[in-house]
């Protein structure tokens, strides 16, 4: 069964950054796809930004230029780093993993709390 564990969430002033990391228990991580979600509260959970095992990667408009996926395959660990942040960034983070790890099913780690606020 597949686990992962979100780390790096926090309180943090609007302009700051912050970086978000999953860690993956699998042996099968380096062909899975893995993202990030967020959920505001009142609001639906949203993509945030993704990576395929090739590296490809993609984001929301509304993320897109300031937050950066990256994935270091040996260490089995996503990571987000999220710059330029705003209060709407403010949101429970939440990493996905969907391959071959997890019978392409979703799977998710428990979240972590980013809070933009001065």
């Known amino acids: 069964q597949v686990q992962l564990a979100e780390s790096g969430g926090g309180l943090v002033q609007p302009g700051g950054s912050l970086r978000l990391s999953c860690a993956a228990s699998?042996?099968?991580?380096?062909?899975?796809?893995m993202s990030w979600y967020r959920q505001a509260p009142g609001k639906e959970r949203e993509l945030v930004a993704s990576?395929?095992?090739?590296?490809?990667?993609m984001y929301s408009d509304s993320v897109k230029g300031r937050f950066t996926i990256s994935r270091d395959d040996a260490e089995k660990t996503v990571y987000l780093q999220m710059n330029s942040l705003k209060p709407e960034d403010t949101a429970v983070y939440y990493c996905?993993?969907?391959?071959?790890?997890?019978?392409?099913?979703?799977?998710w780690g428990q979240g972590t709390q980013v809070t933009v606020s001065s």
């Open positions: 996905n993993l969907r391959g071959p790890s997890s019978g392409y099913a979703d799977c």
């Open positions: 990576i395929t095992s090739y590296a490809t990667t």
């Open positions: 699998t042996s099968f991580f380096s062909i899975d796809s």
